[in-house]
């Protein structure tokens, strides 16, 4: 089990954000009584809500444990280095691979994602102090705690039914919620960066094109199904976000948000284009990808959403 008496002193109730105390096996909130334990694999469970249903597969955590790593390496270092840091959190962690190296590396890293990625952390080896079971719309730390905060490939899948890509009524106010809350555990300056695929964009590669509460077109299954390819609307009410949307979920309150479209140049290994009917397309993407000018990255030319929202000393936060 984690270091009890560390993480009362870090971590606050992620219900009504008061402090909490320690109990034998728990941590209990100071103010409203709420317990949070360790679940069996030792991993503390701060969770007001119930998570989604399991839908994590072995395949998903080999490519974390792959891409993690080299994602960290050739595209995150780099981008965090440009300005000064110590504290970080991956919302959304996954399998945590960059938590891991930025520990090792002597950073304050903290990774949250569902319970249900506990056993992976365990055979992992991951660190029970700062990998945390959380709700990522209601997180377990002070306001203005971390320095940066990514979230790759997570907020796409936030105010979802299961998860995947069918929408829950209230899908906007989620992500509302999601986008206020990783701002309020932000410093003034501190940085977010926010990827998933470009909405914008008609062709996605990383997603499936149903998840069992759908109905897609037969034809849009049958591409998906001989090619890979995800062909999907880019206007109206769907699961991915463009900049514009990615924009006002952010910079939608009081106080200047400076918000900026990142190169894509190094954040992809390009794996699922090495294989079947995409590998004819393989080098003309790299090259693409690679070379996208600046003033296109926030149009329909653009196959990725990828942004960095940089939160102002003036910015008002509730």
């Given amino acids: 089990m984690s270091d009890l008496k560390q993480l009362a002193q870090d971590l606050v109730c992620p219900k009504c954000r008061q402090t909490f105390m320690r109990g034998e096996n728990s941590l209990r909130c100071s103010y409203c009584s709420r317990e949070y334990k360790g679940n069996s694999y030792g991993y503390l469970e701060l969770m007001p809500t119930a998570s989604n249903p399991d839908t994590t597969t072995q395949e998903y955590i080999e490519i974390q444990g792959h891409c993690g790593s080299r994602v960290y390496t050739e ?26 190296m930025l520990l090792e590396e002597g950073y304050e890293a903290y990774g949250v994602d569902v319970p249900v990625l506990s056993k992976f952390w365990d055979q ?17 730390f002070p306001d203005e705690f971390f320095d940066v905060i990514y979230s790759l490939g997570v907020i796409e899948h936030i105010g979802t039914q299961i ?19 990783l701002l309020r555990v932000t410093r003034p300056g501190g940085r977010l960066i926010i990827a998933c695929p470009n909405k914008c964009f008609p062709i996605d590669i ?18 998906h199904r001989r090619t890979g390819m995800n062909i999907h609307r880019t206007w109206g009410k769907y699961y991915l976000l463009s900049y514009s949307e990615t924009k006002r979920l952010f910079c939608r309150k009081g106080g200047s948000v400076e918000f900026e479209a990142l190169p894509l140049k190094g954040y992809f290994g ?4 090495q294989k079947g009917f995409l590998k004819h397309f393989f080098k003309l993407a790299v090259m ?17 959403m990828l942004a960095m929202i940089t939160k102002s000393d003036s910015r008002i936060h509730h």
Avoid: M
Wanted: charged share 20%.
């Fill in 75 to 100: 595209y995150l270092k780099p981008l965090l280095l440009s300005k000064p840091f110590q504290r970080v959190l991956d919302a959304g962690c996954g399998l945590g691979q960059g938590v891991s």
């Fill in 124 to 140: 992992a080896g991951k660190d029970r102090e700062h990998f945390l079971c959380c709700d990522i719309t209601s997180l377990p």
């Fill in 163 to 181: 998860g995947h890509c069918t929408l829950a009524e209230n899908y906007w106010k989620v992500r509302q919620s999601y986008a206020d809350e």
């Fill in 206 to 223: 990383q997603h499936g094109v149903e998840d069992g509460l759908n109905h897609p077109n037969p034809l849009r299954k049958y591409i």
């Fill in 270 to 273: 390009f794996t699922q284009l």
């Fill in 288 to 304: 693409y990808v690679n070379h996208l000018p600046q003033f296109l990255r926030t149009t329909f030319l653009n196959p990725y």
